[in-house]
Nanobody
């Protein structure tokens, strides 16, 4: 059974930084593309960043490009999201997701991810 656990969220001031971690277990982590999404109350889950199974390919939402960096450590079954120059509009619950099929490409679409963590709250104060 796949389990994803996010950590690293918190309260930070505008311009600050946070590093989120997604720890995975249950199957061969290195075979699956991963992604970060975020959600605020009353809104749909929004794509943030995604990374290929091997880590060589990444894609970002325009709103975070140049500020956020996604990475993964397949030896440790973890994925990270380094968030710099945070803005109040980055406030949300951040979720990590894992695609269901081996060696599939990173995706911007939430419905193409089969497994999700419980989320971690990020709050950026102005």
């Amino acid at each position: 059974q796949v389990q994803l656990v996010e950590s690293g969220g918190g309260l930070v001031q505008t311009g600050g930084s946070l590093r989120l971690t997604c720890a995975a277990s249950g199957r061969a982590f290195s075979s699956y593309a991963m992604g970060w999404f975020r959600q605020t109350p009353g809104k749909e889950r929004e794509f943030v960043a995604a990374i290929s199974w091997g880590g060589s390919s990444t894609v970002y939402a325009d709103s975070v490009k140049g500020r956020f960096t996604i990475s993964r450590d397949n030896a440790k079954n973890t994925m990270h999201l380094q968030m710099n120059t945070l803005k109040p509009e980055d406030t949300a619950v951040y979720y990590c997701g894992q695609r269901g099929s081996r060696y599939s490409s990173p995706s911007l679409l939430p419905h193409e991810y089969d497994y999700w963590g419980q989320g971690t709250q990020v709050t950026v104060s102005s």
